[in-house]
């Protein structure tokens, strides 16, 4: 599975972008998409996660209510809405491609064994 993200950018606070993430390759091995971020100093955090089959969302608590993460299945693409940015969000984004095992998705569960390369975000304040 290749993932690839885009959309990455500089933007004031309280502004907003659009984070792209297209999946190619052994669809059969994936059925959640996640987005994560590392800022300098810090570790990789989780940001959200949808589940392909029916688009059930997850998100950290500190993005919920701004962003909002999205799945277009014919396109193998998957969006990240960030809308009223904060300087914080500042990071290199990951998207990850993966897989749950199981009837009920559990977000927190599921593993991420496909990377792509990151886009950087920048919100100045």
């Known amino acids: 599975v290749r993932v690839t993200e885009s959309g990455g950018g500089l933007v004031q606070a309280g502004g907003s972008l659009r984070l792209s993430c297209a999946a190619s390759?052994?669809?059969?091995?994936?059925?959640?998409m996640g987005w994560f971020r590392q800022a300098p100093g810090k570790e990789r955090e989780f940001v959200a996660s949808v589940y392909l089959s029916d688009g059930s969302t997850y998100y950290a608590d500190s993005v919920q209510g701004r962003f909002t993460i999205s799945r277009d299945n014919a396109k193998n693409t998957v969006y990240l809405q960030m809308n009223n940015l904060k300087p914080e969000d500042t990071a290199v984004y990951y998207c990850?491609?993966?897989?749950?095992?199981?009837?009920?998705?559990?977000?927190?569960?599921?593993?991420?064994?496909?990377w792509g390369q990151g886009t950087q975000v920048t919100v100045s304040s």
């Open positions: 990850a491609a993966g897989w749950w095992n199981g009837s009920t998705w559990s977000p927190r569960r599921t593993t991420y064994d496909y």
């Open positions: 390759g052994r669809s059969f091995s994936r059925n959640a």
